[in-house]
């Protein structure tokens, strides 16, 4: 959890190097949103292309692009929004909205890091049976998934109260919350599976489900960059 305090900055009627330092921040900001926006746009392509190829996206998970002709789009866009989560942090931390080694920043680099393991380890070929590689992709993705949720949670909490930023603050932290509450008809899918003794993913469409949580998670990212957006104007508009 953080325990820091948030970080006042004034800003001089002359900024010189802090306006640059702003403007690289919210160029840092844009280019993650933008990488972003386009890996959403290329994995949803793939969806209206796909749709009911083998079965339609409210069953189907993202992740079975990996192990058909279209792997090379999906793992593009993959590694594409992990590397724009990181630039929006950044942006974040030159910011100083938050710090490199704070929770809530290391919550966003666990989620890149899955997200980039998610592409170095394919998921279990069913067909040819569980594999090493399949079990590493599955703890990545959890990972990743719970990570970003978590992240928004964190980065908020030292502003929610304070009088410029408590606005972003608070809409970072619901998306993040939103974001949990995903998890809730999965884990009662598995539930109900022990009870029903039928499989869990037959009890929850659960594509549909990972696509909802994917996309109010990706709003988290943008509620970060927005707010670093509005951070880095701030701070290269002089004052008297």
């Not at 009627?13 to 290329?42: C, F, K, N, T």
């Not at 009890?203 to 951070?231: D, F, K, N, Y």
């Amino acid at each position: 959890m953080e325990t820091h305090e948030p970080v006042h900055t004034e800003v001089s009627a002359d900024p010189g190097p802090a306006a640059e330092s702003a403007v690289d921040s919210r160029r840092l900001a844009m280019m993650g949103a933008a990488g972003v926006l386009i890996a959403v746009a290329v994995v949803g392509a793939l969806d209206v292309w796909t749709f009911n190829w083998p079965r339609s996206p409210i069953t189907r998970t993202i992740s079975e692009y990996a192990q058909g002709p279209l792997w090379w789009p999906f793992y593009g866009a993959v590694l594409l929004l992990a590397v724009g989560s990181l630039a929006i942090l950044m942006a974040m931390v030159r910011q100083r909205l938050t710090r490199p080694l704070s929770a809530g920043a290391v919550a966003v680099a666990l989620w890149s890091l899955g997200l980039t393991f998610v592409v170095l380890f394919e998921k279990h070929d069913w067909s040819q049976g569980p594999s090493m590689s399949g079990y590493i992709h599955q703890l990545a993705s959890l990972t990743a998934f719970i990570s970003l949720p978590v992240a928004g949670v964190l980065l908020a909490r030292p502003w929610r109260g304070h009088d410029r930023w408590r606005v972003a603050a608070r809409w970072t932290s619901w998306l993040g919350v939103i974001s949990m509450l995903w998890f809730v008809p999965i884990l009662g899918a598995v539930v109900l599976s022990i009870a029903t003794e039928i499989a869990w993913w037959q009890l929850v469409p659960l594509g549909l489900t990972e696509r909802a949580l994917v996309l109010t998670e990706i709003l988290v990212l943008l509620a970060m960059a927005r707010w670093s957006l509005a951070a880095g104007a701030e701070q290269s508009r002089p004052r008297d």
